[in-house]
């Protein structure tokens, strides 16, 4: 594709920084605007978290933990210890030295009445990341868990004090009605000459970005072509809970049935060459290698995108 076009990619997670780290790598960054999942976003001892945010930017930035693909490198705990040693609490959630530095600065400036599309633009700046990183909305929209064992939980408690555990039984975008489409999210689409969908969780990653009111619609009248790119390699997630929900929602755990639930937003779907071939009933496909296992796997099935959209005009 062309150096000059603009690709949108919606995303949320380790998976969808993966891709975007290989985008990264084959386009200039001010072709790449991410609009990321903030679901996951919440609230704790005080702060505010943005999960698949950070992820993504510390990833771009060359400054995420390669290891469990969250949270800085070298990082150390000692206010996370302290709060255990000192004041009895039990955080259940790890949150390093120098990752707190950015929910400080972000909850600073948050009280102070920026965006949070203004303070993930000036976090992103300030670490070097010159692609537009937008979350998918300025509003608190929280996913919430409906599990068949503990009720309601938000989805860290879901996902990792439980390590997401608990039998899902549907999702809820809470606060969805007062959620709104910022005028930067607006122009990223209808700007776009490609929108990806990446092969984040479709259910907990993708869906809130759906969710929020007047975007699958946008997407869905869209010139522009939008393709989703396979969570679901040879029957499994890569990583994560995306197979075991599928399951528990009593769905076929394949590439199709993704592509179904995507629905009429999709115009093409990204299979991998180790799923059953497959129709996508009348989309147009591209069967690749879409597991990211290192750097140049990422470039790889970032340039194979862009070379097969390339010749949709043809
Ligand atoms: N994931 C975990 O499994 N355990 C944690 O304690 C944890 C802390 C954490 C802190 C900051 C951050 O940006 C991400 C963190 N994650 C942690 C990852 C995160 O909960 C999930 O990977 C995403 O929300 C799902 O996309």
């Known amino acids: 594709m062309a150096l000059a076009a603009k690709i949108t990619v919606l995303l949320g997670g380790v998976g969808g920084a993966k891709l975007a780290e290989g985008l990264a790598a084959v386009l200039p960054g001010r072709s790449l605007t991410f609009i990321v999942n903030t679901g996951d976003d919440f609230w704790h001892l005080g702060l505010k978290i943005c999960p698949d945010m950070d992820t993504l930017v510390y990833t771009l930035a060359g400054i995420v933990d390669r290891g469990q693909g969250w949270g800085m490198r070298d990082e150390t705990t000692y206010a996370l210890e302290s709060l255990a040693r000192h004041y009895g609490l039990e955080p259940w959630f790890r949150l390093g030295d120098s990752d707190l530095a950015t929910h400080l600065l972000r909850s600073q400036w948050l009280r102070n009445g920026m965006r949070l599309t203004e303070v993930a633009a000036e976090l992103a700046s300030r670490l070097g990341v010159d692609a ?4 998918m909305c300025d509003e608190d929209m929280p996913t919430i868990a409906r599990t068949a064992d503990q009720g309601e939980l938000g989805f860290q408690e879901y996902f990792v004090k439980h390590r997401w555990q608990p039998v899902l039984r549907g999702i809820r975008h809470a606060k969805r009605e007062r959620a709104t489409l910022s005028p930067e999210v607006e122009r990223a689409l209808a700007e776009a000459d490609l929108v990806l969908i990446a092969p984040s969780n479709p259910w907990l990653s993708i869906a809130p970005i759906l969710a929020v009111p007047g975007l699958r ?67 147009r496909a591209l069967r690749t290698n879409t597991l990211m296992r290192d750097e140049s796997d990422k470039a790889a099935l970032a340039r194979a995108i862009l070379e097969w959209i390339e010749g949709w005009r043809a």
Do not use: H
């Open 132 to 135: 537009a990183i937008l979350p």
């Open 217 to 283: 619609d946008k997407l869905t009248r869209l010139n522009a072509p939008v393709v989703a790119v396979t969570p679901i390699i040879a029957g499994a997630a890569v990583k994560g809970p995306t197979a075991k929900i599928m399951r528990e929602l009593k769905l076929e755990v394949s590439a199709a049935s993704v592509a179904r639930y995507y629905g009429a937003v999709l115009d093409g779907f990204v299979d991998d060459i180790r799923n059953q071939a497959c129709a996508f009933d009348g989309l």
